[in-house]
């Protein structure tokens, strides 16, 4: 049996073809996470550019002004700055611990992103227990914390570290029980089932309306999990110089920063997801792209409205964190660790009965 020579090169040209659709699928997968990296990295900068001009408005002084048009850049500089800065280890400190402290405190908290729904069937793993995935991996970071500051053989440092333990575990309880009495609501533990049955009944469908001690109840607890004043005990200068990030310079201590505006990011897309309706909008979309003469890409436009709405219904709670930390003095130990045993587990936990109560007498 004779193969032409022309036959060969087609087999070879096929298999060469096949290799690179595999190749091409590989790199396909990477393509939604890297788009998600992008647009977490822009929002934090975007946050520190807020929260410093915002502080600089409430304390009457001039914010950043300098690096790039109205200081947006500032942000962007400083980072540059800590990564050229010197490493710094503590010569008898455990280094393992010292150094792996700060990357669990930035991983476990951009592994919540991915069940997160910006926008109409545009999130990045709809899973069936995303809500509780992200509770369970934002537990995670206090431990990095705590290696963190056992590892920096400092007691301030381990002080700090073990503040952030106890405001973690003091508020996550009250926090779990909020988002188990919206699952009740919602029949589903899913964020993109959240947000569709909140959809029903437009704007006075939102959980808000039926669940509003839990909202505060919620907005409290995220507070306090993402350490910032009148929570921000793990890190009180004045007390622990800088906490757990005392012995911490160049990148290291750059990760711990990047961690904070992330964790605030991701506390106030929670917020919107489960109480305000996600990417929800009175207006409805037919009747905006009507107007706009853009029927031809409906979908499309759907996606970008609903990133959008979300987008500004999380800054919105970020701007009333931002003003709640240059507002609000801070807490003492007592009352912190009182405010979350005393006064938010009941509550929760009576909220969640309620709750729990009118779902079964509706049945």
């Known amino acids: ?31 939604p996470i890297f788009i998600l990296i992008l647009g977490i990295t822009i929002s934090v900068l975007a946050i520190v550019w ?7 408005g409430i304390q009457q002084r001039i914010g950043p002004e300098y690096t790039g048009p109205f200081g947006v850049l500032q942000a962007l500089a400083d ?11 503590p010569s008898r400190g455990d ?25 109409y069937n545009f999130v990045l793993s709809d899973l069936n227990i995303g809500v509780f995935l992200w509770i369970a991996i934002s537990s995670i970071a206090p431990i990095g914390l705590l290696m963190s500051g056992y590892g920096s053989n400092n007691k301030y440092s381990f002080l700090g570290g073990l503040r952030a333990a106890a405001q973690s575990i003091s508020y996550e309880i009250p926090l779990t029980l909020c988002v188990l009495s ?42 306090a999990e993402c350490e910032r004043l009148p929570f921000d005990l793990p890190e009180a200068e004045e007390e622990l110089i800088a906490g757990y990030q005392t012995e911490y310079s160049g990148i290291k201590f750059g990760l711990f920063y990047v961690a904070s505006y992330l964790n605030l990011f991701v506390s106030s897309l929670f917020v919107t997801v489960l109480y305000f309706g996600g990417s929800n909008f ?25 990133i959008f709405i979300t987008l500004v219904k999380t800054y919105l709670f970020i701007f009333v964190s931002i003003t709640t930390r240059w507002t609000l003095p801070r807490l003492r130990i007592d009352q912190l660790l009182n405010l979350g045993w005393k006064f938010l587990l009941p509550i929760s936990l009576g909220n969640l009965l309620l709750t729990t109560s009118s779902q079964l007498f509706s049945l």
Request: aromatic share 18%; charged share 15%; net charge neutral.
């Open 50 to 56: 807020l929260e410093r001009e915002i502080s600089a």
């Open 282 to 306: 009175s207006i409805p979309y037919i009747f905006v792209s009507n107007f706009f003469q853009i029927n031809k890409t409906y979908g499309v436009f759907v996606t970008i409205i609903g």
């Open 95 to 119: 280094i393992r611990l010292f150094s792996f402290g700060p990357s669990i405190s930035v991983i476990s908290i951009i592994i919540s992103y991915s069940v997160i729904p910006f926008g």
């Open 1 to 31: 049996m004779i193969i032409d020579l022309t036959e060969i090169q087609d087999i070879h040209f096929f298999f060469r073809l096949q290799f690179l659709k595999e190749i091409y699928g590989i790199l396909w997968v990477f393509v």
């Open 79 to 89: 980072g540059t700055k800590l990564l050229f800065k010197e490493n710094l280890i």
């Open 182 to 223: 919206i699952s009740l609501l919602s029949n589903s533990l899913s964020t993109v089932d959240i947000v569709d049955a909140q959809s029903k009944y437009g704007f006075w469908g939102w959980n808000l309306w039926r669940q509003p001690m839990g909202f505060l109840v919620f907005l409290i607890s995220s507070l």
